[in-house]
């Protein structure tokens, strides 16, 4: 049997075998898709929203359908989305207040490029929530504080979409990342500079994924919260390649 290979590798795809090659396995060869959850779909309709805000498009009434959409998808395992339509058109209306609204930019900006270390055979995919003149935009909804101005800066989006837009353009761009509370109405932003030495380090990453992929080394994490794995936290598997990146972004 011919051992499976990825077309191409990604921040996310990079992130989830860091935190468990058997999870990635999972996802990607089993093709086990990870059970809808409100969270996730509020991401995705709010995304949704922003994408039509910078086309010049009606954000709310995208935002509205992707919600409607979302709950009823939801309503079939009985859960349903949160939070609700009014606090998600608040966060909107307050990105907008901000002056960050308007069409502008190229939103859900692809990218299909070679690793310039040429020890990966396939190309870095990403998907860039939007490049404007004068900066980039990354997007996140949570429902607490953990994005800091320092995990912003650290985060493998920053320097990954840095090096990308660069590649691109010939320019140099900031990142801004753009924070939604979901608990509360809020809206937060972080500017930070992409680092190329975090570049080279993601690489470094990536080029050990993937010859752990190629020698189908797909041993779990052994944490007992692990989907993958679900084992006593007391137990020492076999590991994969050792890691410096365990938080998927």
Not at 180 to 189: E, G, L, M, S
Not at 193 to 217: G, L
Not at 232 to 247: E, V
Request: proline fraction near 7%; include cysteine; glycine fraction near 8%.
């Amino acid at each position: 049997m011919t051992a499976f290979r990825p077309a191409h590798l990604s921040v996310s795809s990079v992130a989830l075998f860091a935190r468990c090659p058997a999870q990635w396995r999972r996802r990607y060869i089993d093709r086990l898709a990870e059970p809808s959850n409100p969270p996730m779909l509020f991401g995705k309709a709010f995304h949704a929203a922003l994408e039509a805000e910078h086309r010049g498009q009606d954000s709310e009434r995208a935002l509205i359908d992707a919600w409607n959409a979302g709950d009823a998808d939801l309503a079939a395992s009985g859960q349903s989305m949160r939070p609700g339509k009014a606090h998600a058109l608040a966060l909107l209306n307050t990105y907008r207040s901000r002056g960050y609204g308007g069409a502008m930019g190229e939103p859900e900006r692809m990218f299909k490029l070679p690793f310039p270390g040429g020890n990966i055979p396939v190309p870095l995919l990403g998907f860039i929530d939007a490049v404007t003149p004068d900066e980039i935009r990354e997007y996140k909804t949570t429902g607490s504080s953990w994005w800091t101005e320092t995990r912003a800066a650290m985060a493998p989006q920053t320097s990954v979409y840095g090096w990308a837009v660069q590649q691109m353009y010939r320019r140099r761009l900031p990142v801004r990342y753009v924070i939604f509370r979901t608990d509360i109405v809020d809206v937060t932003t972080f500017l930070v500079d992409p680092s190329p030495d975090a570049f080279r380090a993601f690489e470094t990453e990536a080029e050990a994924v993937w010859r752990a992929i190629v020698a189908q080394d797909f041993a779990g994490c052994g944490k007992a919260t692990c989907d993958a794995c679900g084992v006593s936290k007391t137990a020492n598997p076999t590991k994969g390649p050792t890691l410096t990146m365990d938080k998927t972004w």
